[in-house]
């Protein structure tokens, strides 16, 4: 948990293509606002939660009064299987009564996590994530353990209305997408996992095409590529660690597969991280301040 708190705003909740390595939750009381996501906007009223998973960009918008609770969720970047990642959720669920109960809860015992200055550009960079990860590792075990549980059940939620990201009949491709999950910090060849699920390679290749919508190397480069994005974002490691990290002993292959992947370079990725950081620093000059008990 990176961040959790309840704000109330009045026609100033409006940002613009923001793309983050956390996934948010919100629970709405009061009011409404607008996300817009793939094109398409959707309204976001009271009695409703709202899920929108790391690195989706959106832009959020509001012209009245809007109330919510917040709940940002930062997946350790050494796990190698992600919740997250794992569904296709629903952007919108009805809350349960007991919903609202759980976010009093989280605010309670995490009063110290709550945004003190809700403009992204403060809170959404690399720095920001570093120390409020730090911080939150940094608490007692039974403190986070209390925590954890409570954003399992509002994940729950989700989940329960969620259909696997990755669907396959054929329990060979399934068992490959298993290991590839279980070991995206390792070098993984396409020859390697055939001999694994006692496929030949090209009819290995074929069947995961067939059952998945694309390659063996593609399903394997974008696990790894969304690894690298959440590592740059929120991790001190240098560019060549990174790669290493992630079985990419060659850092200029690494780097061609990134930009590839997103457009840029591994090392403007970062800068426009820190430029968000440099950005939150002279804002932060003027009092704002975050995750600070």
């Known amino acids: 948990m990176l961040n959790v708190g309840f704000a109330s705003h009045n026609a100033d909740w409006n940002y613009s293509d923001i793309n983050s390595p956390f996934t948010r939750i919100y629970y709405v009381t009061e009011g409404t606002a ?3 996501l793939d094109s398409t906007t959707y309204l976001l009223t009271p009695g409703n939660m709202y899920i929108i998973p790391a690195f989706t960009l959106h832009s959020d918008s509001c012209s009245g009064l809007f109330s ?7 997946e350790n970047v050494s796990s190698s299987d ?4 794992k569904y296709k959720f629903p952007f919108e669920i009805e809350c349960l009564p007991i919903d609202q109960i759980l976010f009093e809860s989280l605010c309670r015992n995490n009063s110290f996590m709550a945004l003190r200055a809700y403009d992204p550009r403060i809170y959404d960079n690399k ?5 409020c990860v730090r911080l939150n590792r940094n608490r007692p075990e039974w403190d986070r353990l209390e925590s954890v549980g409570i954003i399992c059940q509002l994940l729950s939620r989700f989940i329960r209305q969620a259909h696997p990201k990755y669907q396959t009949n054929d329990v060979r491709i399934g068992r490959a997408v298993e290991i590839i999950n279980t070991h995206n910090n390792e070098l993984i060849r396409v020859a390697d996992l055939a001999k694994e699920v006692r ?6 290749i074929r069947l995961f095409k067939k059952e998945l919508g694309c390659t063996p190397t593609q399903f394997i480069i974008d696990k790894k590529m969304m690894q690298a994005k959440l590592m740059l974002a929120s991790e001190s490691l240098m560019t060549k ?11 200029s292959y690494f780097s061609r597969l990134f930009r590839k992947h997103t457009g840029t370079t591994p090392t403007l990725y970062r800068e426009s991280f820190n430029l968000k950081s440099s950005m939150g620093e002279q804002h932060t000059q003027n009092g704002d301040t975050r995750c600070q008990p």
């Open 199 to 204: 496929m030949s390679q090209d009819h290995f």
């Open 34 to 36: 607008s996300v817009t």
């Open 68 to 74: 919510h609770y917040y709940l940002h969720i930062y």
């Open 127 to 131: 720095n920001a994530l570093i120390d």
């Open 241 to 251: 660690e990174i790669a290493y990290s992630l079985g990419y002993d060659n850092l």
């Open 82 to 85: 992600s919740i997250i990642d």
